[in-house]
């Protein structure tokens, strides 16, 4: 099984590398970032081509529940938009 990873900050004078190395220490063969991170779902690039291409049988990671969703109401509209395409988990891995 694929794990496909994801992280961001709010701001692009934030590093990343901490993040990029706990999705690799979890073994994703893919890793999207995006710096300055937006608030709406809609303007979160990489994180909506993550969701667009993720299949079956695979993970997507990422470091932080908050990078993935900014709400509850994101959340489920995350979770409503992978059913369909039945991901085998969303997972999440806390750093330090």
């Not at 496909?4 to 220490?25: F, P, R």
């Not at 979770?79 to 997972?91: E, I, V």
Request: glycine share 2%; proline share 1%.
């Amino acid at each position: 099984m694929t794990k496909v990873g994801y992280t961001c900050t709010s701001t692009v004078e934030q590093n990343l590398d901490s993040k990029i190395i706990a999705l690799k220490t979890t073994n994703c063969k893919i890793i999207r970032t995006e710096q300055k991170s937006e608030n709406s779902l809609a303007d979160r690039i990489e994180l909506n081509n993550i969701l667009d291409f993720i299949h079956k049988d695979e993970y997507l990671v990422v470091t932080r529940i908050d990078h993935l969703a900014r709400s509850l109401k994101d959340l489920q509209i995350i979770s409503r938009s992978t059913q369909n395409k039945r991901p085998s988990s969303l997972c999440y891995r806390t750093t330090g």
